[in-house]
């Protein structure tokens, strides 16, 4: 007999329960009180991780297609602008040592390479004018410096004029997404502690026991559970595979840090400041900062680690309590085994570098919406998928975070000589790295695949804003030469008018919490 798929069932809450649950509510809302539901059941005594988020620009068409007002999201999470990450004394520890990640492509992107040209020094006429690779292809360097929006009141909820994500409270994202999961699209919610994982003669979970609900049964299962995994790890038996041999961080220390004043600027982008055995994260909410210093504890000692963080922060840093959070860096196994799928922490982790955590909820939860199996008999097909997909995301996320210790140039302590050990670099980033001498990055072989993390972008601000060399003939270029001055004048021309136009990033915050943004 046919076993259609109708009930979902969400064990755990947070930022991983309420998205996931959001994204496949919205999908299938016109058969939720029909022959489909959504069922979230997370306990009333659990606190959620999250210590203050980065995103991805992709939370914007996420939060845009479940429904929900970017103007109520900003009144609600505590949320500012994101538009990229600086990285400071990644190269070489000095104290001018910065470039920018952002969130634009290039100029002319898709149609023209300018990277090349920027190495050759040809994109101006007079030679190389010591202009960094970002701020020759992109304006969003110089927003960041001059603490510009990407957006201004004109533009309507979720457009803007710089690409753009969000840092957020993710103590208050949840309780905010719960909200509206509830309000508009159809879940149901069940506050209850989960006592035992109840599985039928197939190895399938049937139901969940709870202490304050009795049962609670469904046809899939998505584990929320945070980094217990209680559902795929510990009931189904599901490994975890450390790659902590390659990422070497396994801690982090947060704390919360007051503005001096209410008008103080807000950052409108992560900063992420290396250190002798880790690096430190600084993001700014309207309200307060979030700084978090995470390290390898086989490098520095807590104490150590500690006094880095509160040298960091300066003076602020007197009085304020450090929370500290283990991380373990890898991933299950396989993320779906029967009809049990785990999305966020049960899935796995990785140090927030690039703030992959939350948009791997978005890519989970949104292939799980867009392919839910209709039935119990073809969803081993679609897991299979799945797994080869979600697999392929965190090894290219692995390579991509390793790539930034792996160019860097210091020396100056055992963290950073070790990170320069082959044996901790995967072979896929050593072949690229040994291709992107003769070869940059681009839109070649090595980024095909529509399911690729990070675009070429990415790898090339990456690759050349910490000094790295490909090998290319001027000679080689000369026929583009025209249109790439032509496309950095453009970039130049454009840089210029945002400059000059776009508000500073705390007065649009204040006007869009007083004032809200058009709706689209």
Not at 166 to 188: E, I, N, S, W
Request: negative net charge; glycine residues 8%.
């Amino acid at each position: 007999m046919v076993r259609a798929v109708r009930d979902v069932v969400i064990v755990g809450g947070g930022t991983a329960g309420w998205l996931t649950a959001a994204i496949i509510a919205a999908k299938h809302k016109a058969r939720i009180g029909h022959d489909f539901s959504v069922t979230l059941v997370e306990s009333p005594n659990v606190p959620i991780i999250g210590v203050g988020e980065g995103t991805w620009p992709t939370l914007r068409s996420t939060l845009k297609s479940v429904g929900i007002s970017e103007t109520d999201f900003f009144r609600e999470c505590d949320a500012a602008f994101k538009q990229g990450a600086l990285f400071a004394k990644w190269t070489t520890g000095a104290e001018d040592d910065a470039y920018y990640h952002p969130l634009v492509l290039p100029q002319r992107f898709g149609q023209l390479n300018l990277a090349p040209h920027w190495l050759a020094g040809t994109l101006n006429e007079g030679g190389d004018n010591g202009e960094t690779f970002c701020d020759a292809v992109c304006p969003q360097g110089r927003l960041c410096d001059e603490n510009l929006a990407p957006k201004s009141m004109v533009n309507a909820e979720y457009e803007g004029q710089a690409n753009y994500a969000y840092h957020l409270d993710a103590g208050k994202f949840a309780p905010f997404m719960q909200r509206h999961c509830t309000g508009k699209l159809g879940v149901r919610h069940v506050l209850a502690d989960m006592r035992e994982v109840l599985q039928d003669e197939s190895g399938d979970i049937r139901a969940i026991s709870t202490e304050q609900a009795g049962e609670i049964s469904g046809d899939l299962f998505i584990d929320c559970t945070g980094m217990r995994s209680l559902l795929l790890g510990q009931t189904l038996g599901v490994g975890f595979k450390d790659c902590n041999d390659v990422l070497f961080c396994d801690t982090a220390l947060a704390m919360q840090v007051p503005y001096p004043a209410p008008d103080a600027p807000v950052a409108t982008h992560t900063i992420s400041t290396a250190q002798s055995a880790g690096w430190i994260w600084d993001i700014g909410l309207p309200t307060r900062r979030g700084v978090g210093h995470v390290y390898s504890s086989r490098h520095v000692s807590r104490e150590d680690a500690e006094a880095e963080l509160r040298a960091y922060v300066g003076p602020a840093a007197e009085g304020l309590s450090v929370r500290k959070i283990d991380i373990r860096s890898g991933h299950r196994e396989t993320f779906w085994k029967n009809n049990c799928v785990a999305v966020g922490l049960a899935a796995g982790f990785l140090e927030p570098l690039e703030a992959s955590a939350i948009v791997l909820i978005e890519l989970s939860a949104k292939m799980i919406a867009d392919q839910m199996p209709p039935v119990r008999e073809v969803m081993d097909v679609v897991a299979r998928r799945y797994n080869e997909k979600t697999l392929y995301r965190w090894g290219r996320i692995i390579d991509f975070l390793k790539l930034h210790y792996v160019l860097s140039k210091r020396r100056d302590t055992a963290f950073w000589r070790d990170n320069m050990d082959p044996a901790s670099i995967p072979e896929r980033l050593q072949e690229l790295m040994a291709l992107w001498q003769y070869q940059g990055p681009y839109m070649h072989e090595e980024f095909d695949r529509v399911d690729e993390v990070f675009p070429s972008a990415s790898y090339q601000y990456v690759l050349y804003g910490m000094g790295f060399r490909t090998e290319v003939s001027a000679l080689t270029l000369e026929p583009e030469v025209r249109e790439a001055r032509r496309a950095r004048a453009e970039n130049a021309d454009m840089t210029s008018r945002m400059l000059g136009s776009l508000p500073k990033h705390r007065d649009l915050i204040d006007r869009i919490v007083k004032y809200g943004l058009q709706p689209v």
